[in-house]
């Protein structure tokens, strides 16, 4: 609840749009600016979490993307900070799959630049999103594709750092890491499930593990380990996890987590939930159907198990979509509506199949 501080004074409530375990996201009346913002409510229990919070916070500051919504402050406010962010009009992805809404390719490759283009922008701050999924993507009312919810996201340089996961949309080396520290524990622990998007997830939850390289605070659920199980909110000694997370070249795992996004985009089946049978089943269901073999082949790319066998950095993933956008783009009304893609694929032809990799070769 707000009470009468500042964040009463700045802003008028208009509606809680999400909430979960670590507090609740308000769309508001933001007074000075005469515009609709987001205010993302935060508890902590330290103020080493909420220096950390900050930090991640000031770095989203100074991203500039058209798809990455906008951060105006950040406030503290006792055990509790707030996030003032950027409202985005539309619907997340996830919504729109959930009715079953079809997209063309046209579309897909569209929000795929687009969404490309704010990881260039993040990984260039050295941000890594590490939760990139249908729930964390929204449609604006102008048909744009943002990136939204960095609740999980790698800050280069901070102490405090944790690892989590979506099923199906997790890189194979996040999976791997997750299931790691999950079973390494010296003391059974309660596993957290976060659902502090902005809006109610309808596939996937990022499951969470949260730590410093001393302890971890485990929510929601539970996780039945040797004979005992830990209740909520009790916090345990966690093992070294800065090591295995320094590891991970996360950005190359965005690639990944966007890849296997935009591949449930395309073709509305969700991703496999173990990585290691992802990369087969999204091949094979995007060669048995009427693709665009350049679209199938920057998702294929994407989606590698081994990180160095995927785009070799977002920019490089970028300029590939350029690349197929100018030389494949489906250009006549009934392709742009999704109608003929068959034909479409016909006319690209072994080029458009190929048009990917040789982006990425050039640029590399």
């Known amino acids: 609840m707000f009470g009468r501080n500042e964040i009463s004074r700045s802003f008028r409530i208009e509606s809680k749009i999400g909430s979960g375990g670590s507090g609740a996201v308000y769309k508001a009346w933001h007074k000075r600016m005469q515009k609709y913002i987001v205010v993302k409510e935060q508890i902590y229990r330290s103020k080493n979490d909420a220096e950390t919070r900050r930090n991640e916070l000031e770095a989203l500051k100074n991203i500039k993307s058209v798809y990455i919504p906008q951060v105006f402050d950040y406030i503290t406010t006792g055990t509790r900070s707030y996030t003032v962010m950027?409202?985005?009009?539309?619907?997340?992805?996830?919504?729109?799959?959930?009715?079953?809404?079809?997209?063309?390719q046209t579309q897909v490759i569209k929000w795929y630049g687009q969404l490309a283009s704010a990881l260039v922008s993040l990984h260039s701050r050295d941000v890594c999103h590490r939760d990139i999924k249908p729930a964390n993507i929204m449609l604006t009312a102008g048909g744009d594709a943002c990136l939204i919810d960095f609740n999980s996201a790698f800050i280069k340089?901070?102490?405090?750092?944790?690892?989590?996961?979506?099923?199906?949309?997790?890189?194979?080396?996040?999976?791997?890491?997750y299931e790691r520290l999950k079973t390494s524990r010296d003391e059974p622990v309660r596993l957290k499930s976060h659902r502090r998007g902005f809006f109610p997830f309808y596939y996937a939850e990022?499951?969470?593990?949260?730590?410093?390289?001393?302890t971890t605070q485990i929510e929601n659920g539970s996780l039945s380990a040797g004979t005992s199980t830990v209740k909520t909110g009790v916090r345990t000694p966690l093992l070294n996890v800065l090591p295995a997370m320094n590891d991970i070249d996360w950005k190359l795992s965005?690639?990944?987590?966007?890849?296997?996004?935009?591949?449930?985009?395309?073709?509305?089946?969700?991703?496999?939930?173990?990585?290691?049978?992802?990369?087969a089943e999204i091949v094979g269901i995007l060669d048995s159907g009427d693709y665009c073999g350049g679209l199938v082949d920057l998702i294929r790319k994407s989606v590698q198990i081994q990180p160095s066998d995927r785009f070799a950095s977002a920019a490089i993933l970028s300029d590939a979509i350029k690349t197929f956008t100018r030389k494949h783009l489906l250009s006549s009304p009934a392709e742009t509506a999704g109608v003929a893609t068959a034909s479409a694929k016909t006319a690209a032809g072994a080029p458009a199949a190929t048009a990917a990799a040789e982006a990425a070769k050039t640029s590399a």
Do not use: C, V, W
Not at 206 to 213: F, K, L, N, S, V
């Open 86 to 104: 950027e409202y985005i009009e539309g619907e997340s992805f996830d919504k729109r799959l959930g009715r079953g809404k079809k997209s063309t």
């Open 254 to 279: 965005d690639i990944y987590s966007l890849g296997a996004t935009m591949y449930h985009i395309l073709t509305g089946r969700r991703p496999p939930k173990k990585p290691a049978e992802a990369p």
């Open 206 to 214: 990022t499951q969470m593990i949260e730590g410093g390289g001393r």
């Open 157 to 177: 340089g901070n102490k405090t750092q944790f690892t989590s996961r979506s099923l199906g949309y997790a890189s194979p080396e996040q999976y791997e890491l």
